[in-house]
Antibody, heavy 118, light 106 residues
Framework: EVQLVESGGGLVQPGGSLRLSCAAS????????MTWVRQAPGKGLEWVANIKENGSDKHYVDSVKGRFTISRDNTKKSLYLQMNSLRVEDTAVYYCAREGDSEVFDYWGQGTLVTVSS | SYDLTQPPSVSVSPGQTAIITCSGD??????IFWYQQKPGQSPVLVIY???KRPSGIPERFSGSNSGNTATLTINGTQAMDEADYYCQAWDSDTVVFGGGTKLAVL
């Protein structure tokens, strides 16, 4: 069974940093692109970043470029999101998702809440 | 980049047909995906490549995409279909989601 479990969320002050993790199981992690998607409270979905199977290619939404870094460790079957210079508007539930065949996000984690507030 | 526009809300009576639209310039030239999200849950893919249903998704869900509008249609809508629905597209190497449509089954 495919499982994605996020962790690392919490309360952080504006300007602070946080590192999210996503532990994968039930599939060959190193064979898939992986993605982070976030959802602000009461708002819609926003794609954040994705990373190629071997980590050699990464893409970001403009609003996080230069502040967030996506990475992965295939030996640990884990996906990460390093978030620096956090802003109040980064407050959201952050989901990791697998990019399956046909460009779909076929499996999602349960999400981890990041709250940026003073 | 693509801008996907959805109506904030759609209402439908049980057993009737729900139609949710997603608009954008020349949308018919690209693939559209649809995700369902129920309160407190993670999104679930219901339609990919405009009109394909993943395994496990009921046949009452269908999709189309032409011109500037993609459409998600739910025939014989059930109470369990009440949820937020998001259209999604790939814009080169990045992803765009529509603002979401809250489907109320009244």
């Amino acid at each position: 069974e495919v499982q994605l479990v996020e962790s690392g969320g919490g309360l952080v002050q504006p300007g602070g940093s946080l590192r999210l993790s996503c532990a994968a199981s039930g599939f060959t992690f190193s064979s898939y692109w992986m993605t982070w998607v976030r959802q602000a409270p009461g708002k819609g979905l926003e794609w954040v970043a994705n990373i190629k199977e071997n980590g050699s290619d990464k893409h970001y939404v403009d609003s996080v470029k230069g502040r967030f870094t996506i990475s992965r460790d295939n030996t640990k079957k884990s996906l990460y999101l390093q978030m620096n210079s956090l802003r109040v508007e980064d407050t959201a539930v952050y989901y990791c998702a697998r990019e399956g065949d046909s460009e779909v996000f076929d499996y999602w984690g349960q999400g981890t809440l990041v709250t940026v507030s003073s | 980049s693509y801008d996907l526009t959805q109506p904030p809300s759609v209402s439908v009576s049980p057993g009737q047909t729900a139609i949710i639209t997603c608009s954008g310039d020349n949308l018919g030239d690209i693939y559209i995906f649809w995700y369902q999200q129920k309160p407190g849950q993670s999104p679930v893919l219901v339609i990919y490549h405009d009109n394909k249903r993943p395994s496990g998704i009921p046949e009452r869900f269908s999709g189309s995409n032409s011109g500037n509008t993609a459409t998600l249609t739910i025939n014989g809508t059930q109470a369990m279909d009440e949820a937020d629905y998001y259209c999604q597209a790939w814009d080169s190497d990045t992803v765009v989601f529509g603002g979401g449509t809250k489907l109320a089954v009244l």
